[in-house]
C-alpha cells in the first residue's frame, strides 16, 4: 500500500496511469476533491491512423481540440489512448471497458463514439458521481434538516411538558389543601388574583422556562379559570383529567378490595340543587381502611325512588365491575 502510494505521488494526482496504480476509490476525501479541481489530464496525444478513402491514403492525426471541446476527455501519454474522466474515476461493470480500460484510438469513428458514450446511463451517473464529491447530496441534507426539525419538536414538546406539569402542580396543591383556584380578579393589574395565579407568579419568578411561556405564549396559559378567559376551558380539562385518573385509582383498589361499604347522603348545595354524596369504604390490598369520596350525583327531586335509582346503578357499579372481572 505505502508503496503504491509512492508511486502514485510521482505521477500527476489527475493521470489515467496515476488511477491504475492507485485507484479513486482508495483515496482519502481531500486527495479526490484535488482530483476534482485539477480536472481531466490533457498530455499530448500523438495517435496517428493510416486511412484509405477513394483510392487515396493519408494519415488522420489527433487534434487537441477535442479536450476543449469535451471537458470530460482525458488521455495517456504512455498508452497514446484517449479516455473518460468520470467513469475511469467511477468505473464499473455496466460501462464501456474501451473508455476505461484499454483506450480508445480509433480516430475515424471518434466523433460517433463520443457521442454515444455521453448518452450512456452510465457515463451520466459517473457524472453526477464527480459533481458531488466533496458536496453534501440532496439527500443528506434532507435528512440533516428532517433530524433538525424532530429535535426542535422534541425540545418545544419537552418545554410545553415541563409548563404543563408546574400548573398542574398549583392545581394539586390549592385541591390539597383546598383552596379556592378562581380569584375575585385575576386581571393582570390585580393586586389580589387568588391563590392559583399567586402560585403560578412565584414559581414563574424561580423557572425561567414557565416565566417565558407566561409572557410568550399567545394560545394556552393556564392561569385563570373564568369564562371570560380563552384558557379557561383548558385549565377545566386538567381538572377533570385529574378527576379521571383519581376515579380509575379509586375503582382499581375497589375491585381489588374483599370488602366494600357504599355510604350515600343526600344533600343540597348553595344553589338549591339536589345531589347525592357518594363515598367509598374499603380495605386495601395492605389491609389499611380508605374512606374514599367518588362523587356528586345530580338528582333531579329529592325523592325516594330516584334516591334509591342513583345509588344503584352509580354507587353500585364498582360491584359489577368487579364481579364482571372475576368471572
Known amino acids: ?51 484509405k478513402e477513394k483510392r487515396k491514403t493519408y494519415n488522420r492525426t489527433f487534434s487537441s481540440n477535442w479536450f476543449e471541446r469535451k471537458s470530460w476527455l482525458t488521455g495517456c501519454g504512455t498508452a497514446n489512448a484517449l479516455f473518460c474522466f468520470p467513469c475511469i474515476l467511477f468505473k464499473n461493470d455496466k460501462g464501456d471497458p474501451t ?27 459517473n457524472c453526477v458521481k464527480l459533481a458531488m464529491v466533496g458536496r453534501v447530496s440532496i439527500a443528506t441534507q434532507l435528512d440533516d ?8 419538536h422534541n425540545e418545544e414538546v419537552d418545554k410545553n411538558r ?20 378562581r380569584g375575585h380578579d385575576e386581571s393582570q393589574c390585580s393586586d389580589n388574583p387568588g391563590i392559583f395565579r399567586g402560585l403560578v407568579d412565584l414559581l414563574a419568578s424561580i423557572d425561567y422556562d414557565l416565566r417565558q411561556h407566561l409572557d410568550n405564549a399567545t ?21 377533570d383529567c385529574m378527576l379521571a385518573v383519581l376515579r380509575e385509582c379509586i375503582v ?25 354524596v357518594l363515598v367509598l ?26 334516591i334509591a335509582s342513583a345509588y344503584y346503578w352509580r354507587g353500585c357499579a364498582p360491584f359489577f365491575l368487579r364481579a364482571r372481572k372475576k368471572s
Not at 409548563?163 to 383556584?181: H, P
Request: proline share 4%.
Open 252 to 276: 382499581e383498589e375497589v375491585n381489588a378490595a374483599q370488602f366494600v361499604a357504599i355510604q350515600a347522603d343526600e344533600t343540597t348545595d348553595i344553589s338549591t340543587q339536589c345531589q347525592l
Open 281 to 306: 369504604r374499603y380495605i386495601d390490598r395492605n389491609n389499611n381502611i380508605q374512606e374514599r369520596f367518588f362523587e356528586f350525583v345530580k338528582l333531579p327531586t329529592a325523592c325516594a325512588d330516584v
Open 219 to 239: 394560545v394556552f396559559k393556564g392561569t385563570s379559570k373564568t369564562v371570560q378567559n380563552q384558557t379557561a376551558s383548558v385549565q377545566n380539562e386538567l381538572l
Open 162 to 181: 415541563h409548563v404543563l406539569s408546574k400548573l398542574i402542580d398549583c392545581i394539586k396543591f390549592c385541591g390539597a389543601f383546598e383552596l379556592a383556584l
Open 145 to 152: 434538516g428532517h433530524r433538525v426539525a424532530v429535535r426542535r
Open 99 to 125: 473508455w476505461t480500460e484499454s483506450g480508445q484510438t480509433d480516430l475515424k469513428h471518434l466523433s460517433e463514439r463520443v457521442k454515444k458514450h455521453e448518452r450512456s446511463r452510465a457515463h451520466m451517473e
Open 1 to 51: 500500500m505505502a508503496t503504491v502510494a509512492t508511486i502514485a505521488e510521482e505521477l500527476p494526482p489527475n493521470s489515467v496511469k496515476s488511477f491504475k496504480q492507485y485507484p479513486f476509490a482508495r483515496r482519502t476525501m481531500a486527495e479526490k476533491i484535488r482530483v476534482k479541481e485539477l480536472g481531466p489530464d490533457k498530455p499530448e496525444i500523438k495517435i496517428t491512423q493510416p486511412t
